[in-house]
């Protein structure tokens, strides 16, 4: 299972743009890249998913260069209600694989915080 | 996005008691949940695979006799903490797959007196 390494915490203020980047050097060729947002209290929430270049939805993208070693979760305008811890986790996802290789392992994740 | 919901969202129990979550796929089959544990201010930490119609498989550390896990169907898996203690106090989240992503459920917070 491919470790991964994120800042601990990051502050920003209201309406900037947040860009949280994950390394995960030793990320396999079958392995996604997914991200997730929890609140206190709360299941973490899915955001954002993929394998590799771009992705886009309506809440986030996710870049990812071609290495695939590491990927950034860039967050457009936060308001104060994006405060939450966010997840970078690597793994193989697809339903076609088994047993110990469909797990998806956290790591520390990122503490955000919005400020007005 | 797939829908993950677990039953109760929290509960208070007196040490030595067994509690049972639920949790449920509810516009999905899931034949592989998982059963994660966290503590304030930790990370989740993956305690077992639920896998429909067969034992789990749990990790390193966790005891399978304390956490059983039932999984008698495509939509819904149980954790059952027996003879709890405070230490077990936690946040336990399940998760399902559906297609490439995985979905969480949305926590039962387990408090033992």
């Known amino acids: 299972l491919a470790k991964t390494t994120q800042p601990i915490s990051m502050d920003s203020y209201e309406g900037q743009e947040v860009n949280i980047t994950c390394s995960h050097n030793?990320?396999?060729?079958?392995?996604?890249i997914t991200w997730y947002q929890q609140f206190p209290s709360q299941g973490p929430r899915f955001i954002i998913q993929?394998?590799?270049t771009k992705v886009t939805n309506e809440v986030a993208s996710l870049f990812i260069p071609a290495d695939r070693k590491s990927s950034t979760l860039s967050l457009p305008r936060v308001s104060l209600s994006d405060t939450a811890v966010y997840y970078c986790?690597?793994?193989?996802?697809?339903?076609?694989?088994?047993?110990?290789?469909?797990?998806?392992?956290f790591g520390s994740g990122t503490q955000l915080t919005v400020l007005p | 996005g797939a829908v993950v919901s677990q039953h109760p969202s929290w509960v208070i129990c007196k040490s030595g008691t067994s509690v049972k979550i639920e949790c449920r796929s509810l516009?999905?089959?899931?034949?592989?949940m998982f059963w994660y544990r966290q503590f304030p201010k930790q990370s989740l930490m993956l305690m077992a695979t639920?896998?429909?119609?067969?034992?789990?498989?749990?990790e390193q550390g966790v005891e399978k006799d304390k956490f059983l896990i039932n999984h008698a169907s495509l939509t819904l898996s149980t954790l059952t903490v027996t003879s709890a203690h405070p230490e077990d106090s936690s946040f336990y989240i399940c998760?399902?797959?559906?297609?490439?992503?995985?979905?969480f459920g949305p926590g039962t917070r387990l408090t033992v007196l």
């Open positions: 998760s399902a797959r559906s297609s490439d992503t995985q979905y």
């Open positions: 030793n990320i396999a060729t079958n392995d996604y």
């Open positions: 993929g394998y590799k």
């Open positions: 986790l690597v793994g193989d996802t697809s339903p076609f694989s088994s047993g110990s290789a469909r797990q998806l392992t």
């Open positions: 516009d999905f089959q899931a034949t592989t």
């Open positions: 639920s896998n429909e119609g067969s034992k789990a498989t749990y």
